[in-house]
């Protein structure tokens, strides 16, 4: 990994609500780094989407960032005023969202809902509609002119998500964060639009975050993965490293309940019992604690620190396959 | 190909007649409006307040269209300008409830906070009294001059409008392309005026040409219970009362007034539809 400043580096991050305190977001550390893809796994609940959208500035009403920082490019993004933070998004960081079906607006044309996203941030001129062409031949949509005429109804999910893509990369964006952008895609069309996504990113040497609760899909489309468990991470480290050697026992526990192709046993599908612990009644001790096949006396009254480097890192006192 | 050309060229007008219904109530609409238009230029055939002793109480003929009554006064003539009364009374009145209403509902929703609990509490305090009670109440105030009743019947119906403004707006506010227009960093102005706007007009518009109707139903109401129009001045409403008493010995006296009442308030309704379906290109019929 380079030296160099990372694009994006969240720094001790805490995220809870307001009224009842109740953490959600626990001393989570990450960076991305220019041109670099990082995946962001874990179960629901266990802060994900919180995360990307306090990058954005967008935490939901009552739910706000309590310590830590995110630093964008050299900028404290807590320190800007709310008009500076609008526009950063959509120009510099932008997001594709999950659900294609609902995100564009029903009453207007998909070609002036992508001059919206131009003229939100720049001036708009002649050469705005040419953008917009190009903009939507890039993600693959037949017929330009006829979808820049046509309203959301009249599109496919897959077709949807396109534009929505389109949308997010118009104003080349440093940073892209893609929040499950495939779950409410029928498979077939899932794999199509991350191969897209993967495509842009490579051609626009964007960075990118993938958010996903399935490790099977940004595998091939990451070069790091961040494991997070009941609001913090338990492990990060490159791709190969997660997949080859999993040191946090919940990470060794995801890999183990992927299905097998080549496996024609009929065996049951290994799952890990129990269920994810609520961030905020954690206390003193390791969330996963509970559910660990490994957990010892530590990991009752202690908060694992995550330890590592860029390359590896995890929050275990007891990792899978390392002899003590 | 040749339906999204289509689509490109033809705006909100052609779908609009696309709806059966649409195009009903506006031909009715359109025969009222002209019909008042006529009695605003004093187009008719008689005076709608002379009084005629020779023609006291005739049935419908050549001469009396619609018959005369009690007074020997042409019963068409009347008509037409106590619906011109009618009309301006209730334009006047909606006006004046979207005017208010709309904006004070739009910007609570968006809003939120304290500004929504001032406007929501006002409008709970004014939907408290029945209408035509709290209008009654309003008109004994200010006087029956014709804007006094029009200001009435507006104050009455605002809080409708700031009801129908401000649901549709949370629930638009909580939609996911709201969201989306926030992730890529539109203005809350923009937001709210491109975006929220177009998703609520439509209850908004169709609750207009409703209220519209019900108004005219309120201004007869009032009317007829001697608060709005005063005699000699027509007023649908008024004629409607002062038939009553008639309608066994001269039946004309009381069915043109109401037929017009009626046709009036179901070309509005008629038109609510077309518009409401016209306006979402979801429903629109290629």
């Known amino acids: 990994m380079s030296q160099l400043k990372p694009l994006l580096s969240v720094d001790h991050l805490v995220i809870s609500t307001l009224q009842d305190p109740r953490v959600l977001i626990n001393d989570v550390t990450f960076e991305v780094h220019a041109g670099e893809a990082v995946g962001v796994v874990g179960e629901s609940g266990s802060g994900k989407t919180l995360s990307a959208l306090s990058i954005l500035g967008l935490l939901p009403r009552g ?29 510099e960081i932008s997001m594709v969202y999950q659900d294609p079906m609902t995100a564009l607006n029903p009453v207007m044309k998909i070609g002036d809902q992508l001059l919206e996203v131009i003229e939100s941030h720049e001036k708009i001129d002649d050469s705005s ?24 109804h009249e599109f496919s999910g897959g077709m949807r998500q396109r534009v929505m893509i389109a949308m997010a990369l118009i104003l080349s964006p440093k940073l892209l964060i ?25 051609k626009r040497h964007m960075s990118m975050l993938w958010i996903t609760h399935d490790l099977g899909v940004v595998a091939n489309l990451v070069d790091r993965l961040i494991v997070m468990y009941a609001g913090r991470i338990v492990e990060s480290g490159t791709v190969k490293e997660i997949f080859t050697n999993p040191q946090h026992p919940y990470t060794y526990g995801l890999l183990a309940s992927l299905p097998i192709t080549t496996d024609k046993s009929r065996k049951r599908l290994t799952s890990i019992a129990g269920v994810p612990q609520k961030p905020w009644l954690v206390g003193q001790s390791c969330s996963f604690s509970p559910r660990c096949f490994n957990a010892g006396p530590e990991c009752k009254n202690q908060i694992p620190q995550l330890l590592g480097t860029l390359e590896k890192s995890v929050a275990c006192f007891y990792p899978v396959g390392v002899k003590l | 190909m040749m339906k999204s050309k289509e689509n490109a060229t033809k705006g909100g007008l052609h779908y609009y007649f696309q709806s059966k ?80 209403g709309i904006p004070l509902g739009i910007l609570g929703g968006y809003l939120g906070k304290w500004f929504d609990i001032f406007v929501t509490r006002m ?28 200001i009435s019947i507006g ?81 649908l409403g008024l004629m409607v009362s002062d038939a009553q008493s008639l309608a066994a010995l001269a039946w004309w006296t009381l069915l043109f007034p109401s037929l017009f009442i009626t046709i009036v308030v179901v070309g509005l309704n008629l038109v609510g539809d077309g518009l409401r379906d016209a306006w979402d290109p979801a429903r629109r019929s290629s």
């Open chain 2, 155 to 235: 104050i009455v119906y605002t809080p409708i409008f700031i009801r129908v403004a401000r649901g549709p707006v949370l629930a638009a506010k909580e939609m996911d392309y709201i969201k989306v227009s926030r992730i890529l960093g539109y203005s809350s102005p923009r937001i709210l005026i491109k975006h929220i706007l177009p998703n609520v007009t439509a209850p908004i518009v169709v609750q207009t040409a409703l209220s519209l109707s019900w108004a005219i139903l309120t201004e007869s109401g009032l009317s007829f219970l001697g608060l709005g129009t005063q005699p000699p001045d027509a007023s």
């Open chain 1, 63 to 91: 739910v706000a960032v309590t310590k830590g920082s995110i630093e964008y490019n050299g900028i404290d993004l807590a320190k800007i005023s709310s008009q500076e933070m609008r526009k950063i998004r959509g120009s």
């Open chain 1, 178 to 202: 893609a929040d499950e952008p495939t779950t409410a895609l029928d498979v077939t069309i899932q794999q199509q639009i991350l191969a897209l996504v993967a495509e842009e990113r490579r």
């Open chain 1, 129 to 152: 509609e040419e953008r917009v062409r190009e903009a939507l031949r890039e993600v693959g949509i037949p017929d330009v002119t006829r979808a820049m005429a046509s309203y959301p």
């Open chain 2, 21 to 100: 219904s649409g195009v009903i109530g506006a031909i009715l609409l359109l025969m009222m409006i002209i019909g008042s238009l006529c009695a605003a230029f004093g187009w008719l055939p008689h005076n709608p307040l002379d009084q005629n002793v020779d023609h006291i109480l005739k049935g419908p003929s050549g001469k009396f269209w619609f018959g005369t009554d009690q007074f020997g006064r042409d019963i068409f003539s009347r008509t037409l300008d106590g619906m011109r009364r009618s009309l301006t009374v209730s334009i006047t009145a909606v006006s004046i409830a979207a005017l208010i």
């Open chain 2, 123 to 150: 409008s709970d305090a004014l939907f408290a009294f029945p209408a035509i009670l709290l209008a009654l109440a309003i008109v004994s105030s200010l006087g029956t001059a014709w804007y006094d009743t029009a």
